[in-house]
Nanobody, 125 residues
Framework: QVQLVESGGGLVQAGGSLRLSCGASGSTFSIYNMGWFRQAPGKEREFVAAIRRSDGSRYYAESVKDRFTISRDNAKNAVYLQMNSLKPEDTAVYYC??????????????????WGQGTQVTVSS
């Protein structure tokens, strides 16, 4: 059993920055990959970024590439999402996720096994 808790969301003006954090507890040794997804009102949950715990390999959605950075600290069982140059369209609830069924990076929400409660990010124009 793995539990995930996000923090760091909030309200920021367009062009600003936020850093999301996600702490994992429980059977963290089983996790291969961790990811960030987001869901805006009336829209489906979408992939943002993923990182492989073993070697730090990363993958980003095109919409956030060059603006967001995912990182991990395995000693702390934590993953982070640094968000720069935020845009109003980045407004959403951001969810941390963990996957242990696949060693390769996963981009689909249904391939993740555990989710945090979500943290709201609001970007004003």
């Amino acid at each position: 059993q793995v539990q995930l808790v996000e923090s760091g969301g909030g309200l920021v003006q367009a062009g600003g920055s936020l850093r999301l954090s996600c702490g994992a507890s429980g059977s963290t040794f089983s996790i291969y990959n961790m990811g960030w997804f987001r869901q805006a009102p009336g829209k489906e949950r979408e992939f943002v970024a993923a990182i492989r715990r073993s070697d730090g390999s990363r993958y980003y959605a095109e919409s956030v590439k060059d603006r967001f950075t995912i990182s991990r600290d395995n000693a702390k069982n934590a993953v982070y999402l640094q968000m720069n140059s935020l845009k109003p369209e980045d407004t959403a609830v951001y969810y941390c996720s963990a996957a242990w069924r696949y060693r390769a990076l996963r981009l689909n929400a249904n391939e993740y096994d555990c989710w945090g409660q979500g943290t709201q990010v609001t970007v004003s124009s």
